[in-house]
C-alpha cells in the first residue's frame, strides 16, 4: 500500500467522526428551531373565541348626578348681575329648557366586569364617585340599576351589586405576580362612549407606581381610553390580571401607555369592600425613608437596601421594640428592598396580625413580632423628646456649609418648632452639599452619626467620631415641622 493509501485509510475515520458530529449539532438546531416557532405560535391567531368567552361578563355604566345651579351669577355667568341685558339671557335660557338657577343632571360613562354570579360588579371608584344613580347595561342588552358597597379611593376601586332574576355571567381574578412584559392581554370596556369594544397588546411592563402609596399597575399598550376607566384586562386564560385605571397621552387619548390595578392589589380590597363595605389595611406605626447609596455608607451598609425608620410615634411598632435609626429588611417573611415595597405589603396585611419583622440594629440583625394595627383609625402621636444634655454651648457653629444654634425657647418660638429637641440650623451655605440635599434654614438636626445631639459640641463630637471611623460621610436626622427624614452629609 503506497503512502497516499496509507494516508486516506487514516484520515477516513476522522472524517466519518466529523459528518456525525455535523448532522447532530444539525438536528440539534432544526430541534430547537421548531420549539422556538411552536413557542411563537402559542399565540392564537384571533382573540375571537376569548372575546366571545369573556364579552357577557363586560358591562358598561353610566351615573347621573345632579349639580346645584349657579345662584351667586347672572344666567350661567354669561352677563352680571344688574345688566340691562340680564332679562333677556334669562329668558332665552327658560325657553331653551335651562335655567342658571336650577338643579341640572350630569352623566359619565365608564366601564366594570361581573364577579360572581349574584351580581357583584367592579369598576373604578372615579367612575361612580358622587353619583346619584349608576345604571349597569351588560352585553346582551338589558340594564339593572346598582348600590354601591363600598369605595377605595386609594387604590380607585369601587365594588358595586345588582339584583338579577337569572345568575349572571361572570369571570375570575388571574394571579398578575405571574404576568410577564410581552405576555399578550386583552382590554375590554365602553372607550369613548362607543359601546362594547375589544382591543389587544402586551404587557410592556410591571409594578409601575403613579402617584397613589398602594399602586402597582402594569402597563399595557392595548388601547385605553376614556370610558374604559373600570374595565378589565384579560390574560389569554381568560382571568381578569388588573382594572383599567389611567392613560398617559398629551391629548386624552391613547397613545400606547396604559394602566390597569394588578389584579392581587385589586381582589384583596374587593375581599374587604365585600365583607365590611370598607377598607381595614395594616398598621406598623413608623415614619420610613428609602435607603439611599450615601445613607447606607454613612450608617456602614454594604447594599442600599431596606426602609430606614426616621420616626416612631406610639403604636404597633413602638410596643414591639422597633426605634427610630432601625432598617427594616423584611416583613413577613419577605425582603424590603424600599419603603414603596413596605408600605403596599404592610397595606395588604390584616390588622390584627403578628408579623415578624427583621431589623438591623447596630450592625446586626433582630427580629421582632408586631401586631399590626389598622391605618384608617391610627392616630400618630408623636415620639416623647429626650431630656436636654445640659451642657454650656457657645451660641453658633459653622460646619458642613450649615450655621447652627442652640434650640433654646427663643429659637423655637422664631421657627415654631414647638418641643422638638436637638440643634436648629439658622443658616445653609448655598454652594455646599448641605444646601443640594434640600437643608434649610428653619429644620432642625435631631441626631447625628444615630445619636441624639442637644447641643453643639454633641453635634461636633458625632462628626469628629465619623472622621475618625472612616466614615465619607455624617448621617444626620433632621425634621421640618413633623416630618422626619436622614440626611448623609459628605465630610471630604
Known amino acids: 500500500m503506497n503512502r497516499a493509501a496509507r494516508a486516506l485509510t487514516i484520515e477516513a475515520p476522522a472524517q466519518r467522526g466529523f459528518r456525525v ?17 411552536a413557542k411563537a405560535q402559542t399565540a392564537p391567531p384571533s382573540f375571537a373565541d376569548l372575546a366571545d368567552q369573556i364579552s357577557p361578563s363586560v358591562v358598561n355604566i353610566t351615573t347621573a348626578t345632579v349639580v346645584a345651579g349657579r345662584t351667586d351669577q347672572g344666567p350661567q355667568g354669561i352677563v352680571p348681575e344688574g ?19 336650577r338643579p341640572r343632571r350630569s352623566s ?53 351589586k345588582v339584583e338579577a332574576d337569572e345568575p349572571l355571567a361572570f369571570v375570575p381574578f388571574g394571579d398578575s405576580d405571574t404576568a410577564r412584559v410581552g405576555d399578550w392581554v386583552i382590554a375590554m370596556g365602553n372607550p369613548l362612549g362607543q359601546g362594547f369594544s375589544v382591543s389587544a397588546g402586551i404587557v410592556s411592563a410591571r409594578n409601575r407606581a403613579l402617584s397613589g402609596t398602594y399602586d402597582d399597575y402594569i402597563q399595557t399598550d392595548a388601547a385605553i381610553n376614556r370610558g374604559n376607566s373600570g374595565g378589565p384586562l384579560f390574560n389569554l386564560d381568560g382571568e381578569v390580571i388588573g382594572v383599567n385605571t389611567a392613560i398617559l397621552s398629551p391629548n386624552g387619548g391613547s397613545i400606547g401607555i396604559g394602566f390597569s390595578m394588578a389584579s392581587n392589589v385589586v381582589t384583596n380590597v374587593v375581599d374587604q369592600l365585600q365583607e ?29 437596601r431596606g426602609a430606614a425608620v426616621t420616626d416612631v410615634p406610639e403604636g404597633p411598632a413602638k410596643e414591639a421594640g422597633i426605634e427610630t435609626n432601625d432598617i427594616i429588611v423584611r416583613f413577613d417573611g419577605v425582603e424590603i428592598e424600599d419603603t414603596r415595597e413596605l408600605v403596599r405589603i404592610v397595606g395588604n396585611s390584616p390588622v390584627g396580625k403578628e408579623v415578624p419583622v427583621v431589623v438591623l440594629r447596630d450592625g446586626r440583625t433582630e427580629t421582632l413580632t408586631v401586631t399590626l394595627g389598622r391605618r384608617e383609625t391610627a392616630i400618630a402621636v408623636p415620639a416623647a423628646a429626650p431630656a436636654p444634655e445640659g451642657e454650656a454651648e457657645p451660641e453658633t457653629m459653622e460646619k458642613l456649609g450649615l450655621t447652627l444654634s442652640l434650640l433654646d425657647d427663643e429659637t423655637r418660638e422664631a421657627l415654631g418648632v414647638g418641643e422638638i429637641e436637638g440643634i436648629a440650623i439658622v443658616a445653609v451655605d448655598e454652594s455646599t452639599e448641605a444646601f443640594e440635599k434640600g437643608l434649610r434654614a428653619g429644620d432642625v438636626i435631631t441626631e447625628a452619626g444615630q445619636q441624639k445631639v442637644t447641643t453643639l459640641s ?14 465619607k460621610s455624617v448621617l444626620l436626622l433632621v425634621r421640618r415641622g413633623e416630618d422626619p427624614r436622614f440626611v448623609a452629609l459628605s465630610l471630604e
Open 108 to 160: 359619565a360613562l365608564g366601564s366594570g366586569f361581573v364577579i360572581s354570579e349574584d351580581g357583584y360588579i367592579v369598576t373604578n371608584n372615579h367612575v361612580i364617585e358622587g353619583a346619584d344613580e349608576i345604571m349597569i347595561e351588560f352585553f346582551e342588552g338589558f340594564e339593572l340599576q346598582a348600590e354601591l358597597i363600598g369605595t377605595d379611593p386609594n387604590t380607585d376601586i369601587a365594588l358595586l
Open 276 to 304: 365590611f363595605g370598607e377598607t381595614r389595611r395594616g398598621w406598623l406605626g413608623v415614619r420610613i425613608q428609602d435607603v439611599t447609596p450615601d445613607l447606607a455608607e454613612a450608617i456602614g451598609l454594604e447594599q442600599a
Open 458 to 471: 454633641g453635634f461636633s463630637a458625632q462628626v469628629d467620631a465619623a472622621l475618625e471611623a472612616g466614615r
Open 21 to 37: 458530529m455535523w448532522l447532530a449539532v444539525m438536528t440539534l438546531a432544526l430541534v430547537m428551531a421548531q420549539a422556538i416557532v
Open 83 to 101: 345688566s340691562p341685558f340680564e332679562d333677556f339671557f334669562r329668558e332665552f335660557e327658560d325657553r331653551r329648557g335651562g335655567n342658571g338657577d
